[in-house]
């Protein structure tokens, strides 16, 4: 059995884009720090493998399918943690993607407005109906969104992702600042180039965009998916307590030079 530490100890933990990369490595970061989990995305096969894992290894995880950009879907995800588990008190808004490399003016609508969906009005969804959830309660909560590098500083051929991202960190904010005075923090974490899979398939294939990658960071690599999950860890974690409104780099430094 995975031995199971305390940083989010009676917590309940909505994480969404469970089913794969960041995500998953939040799911097994939430869990071994203490926290009931439910996960969250559309791959039913994953995140009911990725609970039965989390399950078997001592953890208590139920899933919910979710499109993000359905705000039916966030408010029943956030139903499934208050009735498996009696509440909800902390989610990490993960669920997101980016294609990225297509110039600006060549970009079609289609694609703009696919980003856009997931990316700022499923967080705007997720914002919504966890909210609603810990102000029924009354008893506060933490939320982190997960941004990117890409909310911080613009990179070249990929104007929506960033534009959506950027959005993150203004809804982070502005929900943070509203929210506040009822015991709610909100933040955001901003990753640098992480290996999940897509992004190891796309480095397998461009070795040379890897190593430019690689140049640009101070810490000269990409993160592993679990740096990532600790960061949102921590920030939805009590000893968080007087954070809020804040994006976190966790980048190696890239966004530092
Ligand atoms: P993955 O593609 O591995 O994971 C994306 C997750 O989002 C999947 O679980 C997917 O689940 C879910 N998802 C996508 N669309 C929806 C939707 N409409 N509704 C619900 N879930 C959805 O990528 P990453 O782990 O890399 O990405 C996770 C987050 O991290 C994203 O927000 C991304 O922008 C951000 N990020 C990633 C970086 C990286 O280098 N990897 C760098 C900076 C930020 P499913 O398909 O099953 O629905």
Known sequence: MTPRHGLLRGKVALITGASSGIGAAAARV????????????RREDRIKSL????????????YAVCDVTRAQDTVAAVECAVDRFGGLDVAFN?????VGRTPLHEMGDDLYDQIMDVNVRGVWNCLQAEISAMLAAGTGGALVNNSSVGGLR?????APYVASKHAVIGLTKAAAAEYADRGIRV???????TRTEVVGAWFDAHPDMEAALHQATPQARTAEPSEIAE?????CSDRASFVTGATM?????FTMV
């Not at 939430?30 to 995305?41: C, I, K, Q, S, T």
């Not at 780099?249 to 430094?253: K, S």
């Open 30 to 41: 939430f869990a071994r720090e203490g926290a009931d989990v439910v996960l969250a995305a």
């Open 51 to 62: 609970a039965e894992e989390l399950r078997s290894e001592g953890a208590r995880a139920e």
């Open 94 to 98: 993960n669920a997101g993607f980016g």
């Open 154 to 158: 613009a990179t070249p051929v990929a």
């Open 187 to 193: 933040n955001s974490v901003a990753p640098g180039t």
């Open 231 to 235: 960061a949102a860890a921590w920030l």
């Open 249 to 253: 780099p966790v980048d190696g430094g």
